[in-house]
Every structure is written in C-alpha cells, then in structure tokens.
C-alpha cells in the first residue's frame, strides 16, 4: 500500500543529513540497478538519482542494500543519501515522486545516523521467488512471474531446499561473472509454499552471489518437476561447480521483498511483497 501525503515530516531537516528511503520498482524495462553510464541503457539507479538531483538542484549520488539484475523487482529495496541542501522528508517523497516513471516510487524517505550505510549496514536480504505453475503462461502477468508447466511438487523442493540451509560455499550457485571475494554465505531461511497457481520461494540470507536466488529457483524446479532427485541439491552444492547445474531462472519471477538493519537506526519494517500478490493470500 503506498504511503499517503499526510504520513511524510515536513519539517526541513538540516544540510549533510543522511537520508535512508525505500523504493518500490517494476524491473521490467530497466538493465538492473547500478548505473552504468558507460553503456546505452537505462538503470533504476540512474532514473532514481535523476529524480532526486532534480528536487535538490544539485547531483546526489545514492548507495543500495542489493543490486538488483536486469528485470529483477524491487519491493523493499533500500538506499541511502547525503541531503546536501535540507529538504524535508515530504519534500523527498512528493518531491522525487513527481520526476520519477511510474514504474518506480519512493515509498518512504527518514532521517538516519552518518554510520548508516544501506549495504553494509544490511543484516539480511530477502527475495521472493515467484512461479506460475500453469499449463499455459500467463498474459496478465507477463515479465511479473516466471513460468512452469510442468507440475511442481513443493514438498520435494522443500525437502531438497534444507540442504542449503546455514553456511555454505555457494560456488554452485554463483554466476560466472560474480565480483564477491568469497563465496561463502549463510542463508537464514529457504521456505516454499503453493498458493493456488503459484509457487513462492522465500529466501533469506546475510548476502547473495550474482544469479544465486535465480540458480538455486532453477534447480529447484528441476526437482519439482522430477527431472532431479531430492538429494541434487546437496551434490551441487558440495560439488562447488557452476557448470553441473541448472540454468538461471528468468529474473521475471524475483523480488527484493526485505533488508533488515540493527534497531538502531528504528526503519520501517519491509513489507510483503510484491503488492499484487500479497492482497490475495
């Protein structure tokens, strides 16, 4: 639910104040998010400092909790910013809202401490995993779900899931092109449910490689389908090689549902997300 005009502090704040925001975006039509002027193509980052610029009238440069692929969403994507002028949180809200696309929006905009900082501060990500399980792929929903025809048993993925569960070298999972130094990373939770036609995965975890949701999706769905034993999952992982796994899963189906910070800098609790779908379940 987006948040209403009356909810957003008009009070001005002062020039160097860093500012903490939650975006909401429809990754469809953008080249993920980082700015890469370098190229010809049109990022989240670069559209959101554009809009932000624009209410300052000055540049301002912005900092993410996770860099989102090429059509990936965002529901609770979270970013930072210094205020070089002391506007307030309305006007950042109302303000940037008004030069962004439609298919982006800031939902809220607060006031933090300097230590804070939107990726390193992070204790934890959450994406969402959404699959359409129909014989036919949806028109409706086009580039919002990724798709399976072929029935999926979500008690086997989810056995099969267990497996990555705490810390691991993810080197299976991770994309060729990956920057991280190590591979290591702890996921928290990997829950899988059926909601009517759907299938959610729900992943939580410190921090992700490149592509490791979207390549942990496609081998999960190769379970499902039982294509793959239950105990694929477990081999790949200790076999640490990219190249016995499935292939990435479409970007459509993932979301950037939740970060979560210290109770320190006291934000908003993420939402559930993505919005169309939570109002159903």
């Not at 699959?131 to 792929?137: E, G, H, L, P, S």
């Not at 299938?199 to 921090?207: G, H, M, R, S």
Request: glycine share 8%.
């Amino acid at each position: 639910m987006i948040d209403t005009e009356h909810t957003f502090d008009p009070t001005p704040w002062t020039a160097g104040t860093r500012a903490a925001l939650r975006i909401e975006y429809h990754g469809s039509a953008y080249s993920g998010w980082q700015a890469q002027p370098h190229l010809s193509v049109v990022t989240v980052q670069e559209r959101l400092e554009e809009a932000l610029s624009a209410v300052a009238n000055q540049p301002i440069r912005t900092h993410c909790a996770g860099r989102t692929d090429a059509g990936v969403h965002g529901v609770g994507q979270i970013v930072h910013f210094d205020d070089p002028v002391g506007r307030s949180a309305k006007a950042w809200v109302m303000g940037s809202n008004s030069y962004l696309p439609s298919d982006i929006r800031v939902h809220w905009v607060t006031s933090v401490t300097p230590s804070f900082h939107a990726r390193h501060s992070a204790l934890w990500r959450r994406y969402r995993y959404v699959i359409a399980n129909t014989a036919v792929r949806p028109a409706q929903l086009a580039e919002l779900v990724a798709w399976q025809r072929r029935h999926l048993d979500v008690n086997k993925m989810q056995a099969a899931a267990e497996a990555l569960l705490g810390e691991h070298d993810f080197s299976a999972f991770r994309a060729a092109q990956c920057q991280a130094n190590s591979p290591i990373r702890h996921i928290h939770a990997l829950d899988l449910v059926r909601w009517r036609d759907f299938v959610l995965l729900d992943i939580t975890a410190n921090a992700f490689l490149h592509h490791m949701v979207r390549n942990i999706a496609g081998a999960l769905m190769l379970v499902g389908a039982g294509h793959r034993p239950v105990s694929w999952l477990k081999e790949l992982l200790e076999g640490r090689d990219r190249t016995l796994g499935a292939d990435t899963a479409s970007g459509a189906g993932l979301y950037l549902t939740g970060v979560g910070y210290p109770a320190e800098y006291a934000l908003p609790e993420p939402p559930d997300g993505p919005s169309w779908l939570t109002g159903c379940l």
